[in-house]
C-alpha cells in the first residue's frame, strides 16, 4: 500500500486479556519495526524483523509480547496477559533499507493506541 | 551505546520567529541521525537525515539541522516558524547494530504562538 497501516487505532481490553495488533507495511519493503511509544515519551524499539524472520528482539520487555511476520509482509504484536503498564501507542515502522545500518530513516504507520483498563 | 537528549521538553515560539530545537548525542562511532515530526492522532515523519555527508542536512517544510561532531549536537532550525509547525518534535540516533534500531530523544513540544 502507499503507507503503513495499522489496525486497530484504538483497542480498549481488560487486565489479563490477549491482543493482537496489525501492521502492513509499504509494499515491497523488507525492514519491519515495532516500538511503543509511552505518554509523554519517545519511541522504545521493540523488534525488528527482515524478511520473516525477527532478527533483532532484544525490546521486548517480557514473554508475555511477542511478534510474527510469517510471509515477509503483515506483522501482527502479540500480548498475552495483559497489564496496566501496557498501555501505550504501538507504533509500525517499515524500510526498503536491508542492510541494517538505519540509514534510509522509516515510514511510521498512525500506531494503536492500546489501552488496558 | 548511543543516546540522545532534547533539551527543552516545550518550546514556545512566536509565529515568523526562528524555531530552534536542541539535539545531543552521544556514539562511540559515527552516527546516523534524524529529526522526526509528529503530529497529533499521526505517526512519525522523517523531516531530515544526518548520514555522513554533507553536515548541514535540510528537510521538508523548510526545516533544517546541522551535525557538529565538536558539540555532539544535531539541532533543528527554521527561520520563520509557521502555525502549521505546532507538533512534537523527535531527534534520533542509529543504534549502529546492523538492525536499523533508533534511540529516540524524549521528545520536543514546539507551540507557535499567534
Known amino acids: 500500500g502507499a503507507g503503513v497501516s495499522q489496525t486497530p487505532s484504538n483497542k480498549v481490553t481488560e487486565k489479563g486479556k490477549y491482543v493482537e495488533l496489525r501492521c502492513d507495511p509499504i509494499s515491497g519493503h523488507t525492514a519491519l519495526y515495532w516500538y511503543r511509544q509511552s505518554l509523554g515519551q519517545g519511541p522504545e524499539f521493540l523488534i525488528y524483523?527482515?524478511?520473516?524472520?525477527?532478527?533483532?528482539d532484544s525490546g521486548l520487555p517480557n514473554d508475555r509480547f511477542f511478534a510474527v511476520r510469517p510471509e515477509g509482509s503483515v506483522s501482527t504484536l502479540k500480548i498475552q496477559r495483559t497489564e496496566r503498564g501496557d498501555s501505550a501507542v504501538y507504533l509500525c515502522?517499515?524500510?526498503?533499507?536491508?542492510?541494517?545500518?538505519?540509514?534510509?530513516?522509516?515510514?511510521f504507520g498512525s500506531g494503536t493506541r492500546l489501552t488496558v483498563v | 551505546a548511543q543516546s540522545v537528549t532534547q533539551l527543552g521538553s516545550h518550546v514556545s515560539v512566536s509565529e515568523g520567529a526562528l524555531v530552534l530545537l536542541r539535539c545531543n548525542y552521544s556514539s562511540s562511532v559515527p552516527p546516523y541521525l534524524f529529526w522526526y515530526v509528529q503530529y497529533p492522532n499521526q505517526g512519525l515523519q522523517l523531516l531530515l537525515k544526518y548520514t555522513s555527508a554533507a553536515t548541514l542536512v535540510k528537510g521538508i517544510n523548510g526545516f533544517e539541522a546541522e551535525f557538529k561532531k565538536s558539540e555532539t549536537s544535531f539541532h533543528l532550525t527554521k527561520p520563520s516558524a509557521h502555525m502549521s509547525d505546532a507538533a512534537e518534535y523527535f531527534c534520533a540516533v542509529s543504534a549502529y547494530s546492523n538492525t536499523g534500531k533508533l534511540i529516540f530523544g524524549q521528545g520536543t513540544t514546539l507551540q507557535v504562538k499567534p
Open positions: 524483523f527482515q524478511g520473516t524472520g525477527a532478527a533483532d
Open positions: 515502522a517499515s524500510s526498503s533499507e536491508r542492510t541494517g545500518t538505519g540509514g534510509y530513516g522509516y515510514t
